[in-house]
């Protein structure tokens, strides 16, 4: 499966591709050579907007992003590689720290949640990194509903 390490320009980016399922690192504050040595000793493609990235010689792991618009350069990505979406996949890692997502019971997070939240939702995730929980909430509708608008699903 395609790992990718998205530069400190595109956190947007990575919350997206991460939010299709991709795993995807993203890090503020890293040297360029550091970015890189990383992303190939974890095997991870290189999405970045800096053009000073291919003096690494580093043509087949780095693709040089284009927009400025966070779903434009998704598409990009997902065309230049000819991704497929796997809708079990969307979803299931935390959009902060890349993690897989677990299937949580809801009573073991009881003292976590918002009544209405737990009044008005079933199933929960939580991420083990961040701790973190997760519900298929408006911000879920908004965002399906801007990958279909732009055509990505």
Sequence with gaps: ???????D???KLA?????????????????DGELVSV???ENRIILSRDTKLSRFKIKDKYLLIQSEKPLEQLKQVLDHFKLKI???????RCLVC????QKVEKEKIKDRLYPYVYQTQENFVYCSVCDRI??????????TK?????GII
């Excluded at 919350?15 to 040297?31: A, S």
């Excluded at 997760?134 to 965002?143: G, P, Q």
């Design 1 to 7: 499966m395609i790992k990718f390490f998205c530069d």
């Design 9 to 11: 320009n595109l956190g």
């Design 15 to 31: 919350k997206w591709l991460r939010t299709l399922g991709f795993d995807t690192r993203f890090q503020l504050d890293i040297e």
């Design 39 to 41: 992303a190939l000793k």
């Design 86 to 92: 796997d809708e079990d996949l969307l979803f299931s």
């Design 98 to 101: 890349n993690q897989v997502l």
């Design 134 to 143: 997760y519900w298929a909430a408006t911000h879920v509708e908004r965002m």
């Design 146 to 150: 801007k990958l279909s608008m732009s």
